[in-house]
């Protein structure tokens, strides 16, 4: 099990008028905040936006991105959309993602640091080609 995700950033104030409206669409909110931190908590999952703790500049991974789980797909697009206005840059539009699965709605951006973050829904039984249940 996954204790906490961290990413990281060079503004933590820009980090925060950034996330802050976009967490609170997934259902995690604000627990903690330094001037080098902020943490985000969901029950017992921690997303951390941090000063990297060697002193070089946060810079993002190739390949790396932290994935949202999204109730529904108006989440996703309202996501994408405040990402966009917050400063964020497109990395793919809400829509169904087929390569992943048939059911796969989701939506990529990179916050102002260059990390890159995605809001998905799609049921586990939508995972396994299950009907929905009634």
Known sequence: ????????????????????PLMSLVGFRLIKISATSLHYGASDIVFSIVAPVDGRPAAPGNGVHVAFQAPDRETVRRFHQTAMAQ???????????????ANYYGAFVRDPDGNKIEAVTYTARESFGLPPRE
């Open 1 to 20: 099990m996954i204790h906490h995700v961290s990413l990281g950033s060079n503004d933590i104030q820009r980090a925060r008028a950034f996330y802050d």
């Open 87 to 101: 400063g964020g840059t497109d990395e793919g539009a809400p829509d169904i993602r087929e390569k992943y699965n």
